[in-house]
Structure formats: structure tokens, C-alpha cells
């Protein structure tokens, strides 16, 4: 079963706004990651913050990790229509750093 | 450096017939691993491997055979294709030195059994 499930599947915003994606998942980790997925392309490593972290910044990107909550948040702010793409979250499978479990993803889209 | 390359892009496969996915990282990880992803889903840990000889299962192992007998490559065989075997399926690979476990990931290939 996926460790990570996002929210919400599907994200519709304008240009400019600021979007928001939910990240959910079942046991304790190591670290959580956000990857990037444009259509028909391979995944693209964005951030990862580790579970002794609360928030990491890079960019325009704001994560945040609530451990007793098993949730993390991707926040882009000034969104632009090149960041529309799939988002998805990944954490490790608890035994190990770096054996990933991917979650369904959202699908953001960023109108002109 | 080329980072992770999979071939072919495309493959169309008769059920039955086997055939084999290649992946190639020239950055020296000892991680890699193979996702297969559906239509509409997140991806799916079929089999990795922490170093050459070593291999394991991941999520949906069924049906796939890999061996890692270099560091520098990972293939993927299929022994008997069937129709839900139909995917788009990435190959990634990630140092396990340091701290830092992000993954690279290959451009993908995308499977289709008849």
C-alpha cells in the first residue's frame, strides 16, 4: 500500500496565486520529499526535509512536516503557468533513508 | 554526465513474450530502483537494489526479474508479459552516502501488452 497520499488529487488555480498541497502518510520516516512531474516526463527531485525539521524553504517552495500529525504541506507562492505538473510527495520506508514510497500525486494547473 | 537513460522510450508487447528494460546511471549510486506508475497514480516500487549483486523486492515484484551485476546498470526483464502489465515504468538512482537521498530518474518507458 502507498505510504504517502496527497490532497487534493487535482488543483486549478490562476497565475500568480499561491498553491497549496497536502501530503498524508502512515508510519514514521526519516525524511519526507517533494518531487515534480511535467507530462510524460520523468520525476524531478524539488526538496526534502528531514523529520527533526519543522519548515525548509527553497525559492518559491515552502514545505512543512508535522510529525505527530503524519502530514506535510508544498506550498508555491507566485505560482506560473511553467510550474503547472504533477506534484508528489515520497517518504522513506522507515528502514531505510533511501527506499522511497511515492504517493497518487496532485495534478496542478496553473492558468494564464 | 547523461544521469539515468532507459531504453527503449517505447515498446509494444505481444502477452507472453519477454523482453528486458534497460537502465544506466553514470553517476556512481549504489541505489537503484524501479517504479512502475499507471495512468492517474503514483509510483509503484517494483524492485531495488543497494549495490552491485544485491538486489530486493518492492511493492509489486510479481512478474519482473532484475539483476545488478555492475554498478552502472539495472536492468528490468519481463519473463511472460501480460495486459496489466501495461505501464509507463522509470528507473532511479540515488547516492547512499551523506544525508541527501534524492532520487534521479530516468525519462521512462512506456509499456503497452496487447
Known amino acids: 500500500s502507498q505510504q504517502g497520499e496527497e490532497d487534493p488529487q487535482a488543483l486549478s488555480i490562476q497565475e500568480g496565486e499561491n498553491a497549496t498541497m497536502n501530503c498524508s502518510y502512515k508510519?514514521?520516516?526519516?525524511?519526507l520529499q517533494w518531487y515534480r512531474q511535467n507530462s510524460g516526463r520523468g520525476l524531478v527531485h524539488l526538496i526534502l526535509i528531514r523529520s527533526n525539521e519543522r519548515e525548509k524553504h527553497s525559492g518559491r517552495l515552502r514545505v512543512t512536516l508535522d510529525t505527530s500529525k503524519k502530514s506535510s504541506s508544498l506550498l508555491i507562492t507566485a505560482s506560473r503557468a511553467a510550474d503547472t505538473a504533477s506534484y508528489f510527495c515520497?517518504?522513506?520506508?522507515?528502514?531505510?533513508?533511501?527506499?522511497?514510497?511515492f504517493g497518487s500525486g496532485t495534478r496542478l494547473l496553473v492558468r494564464p | 554526465n547523461a544521469g539515468v537513460t532507459q531504453t527503449p522510450k517505447f515498446q509494444v508487447l505481444k502477452t507472453g513474450q519477454s523482453m528486458t528494460l534497460q537502465c544506466a546511471q553514470d553517476m556512481n549510486h549504489e541505489y537503484m530502483s524501479w517504479y512502475r506508475q499507471d495512468p492517474g497514480m503514483g509510483l509503484r516500487l517494483i524492485h531495488y537494489s543497494v549495490g552491485a549483486g544485491i538486489t530486493d523486492q518492492g511493492e509489486v515484484p510479481n512478474g519482473y526479474n532484475v539483476s545488478r551485476s555492475t554498478t552502472e546498470d539495472f536492468p528490468l526483464r519481463l519473463l511472460s508479459a501480460a495486459p496489466s502489465q501495461t505501464s509507463v515504468y522509470f528507473c532511479a538512482s540515488s547516492s547512499m552516502t551523506g544525508s541527501i537521498y534524492e532520487q534521479y530518474f530516468g525519462p521512462g518507458t512506456r509499456l503497452t501488452v496487447t
Open positions: 508510519t514514521s520516516i526519516n525524511n
Open positions: 515520497a517518504t522513506d520506508a522507515g528502514d531505510s533513508s533511501y527506499k522511497l514510497i
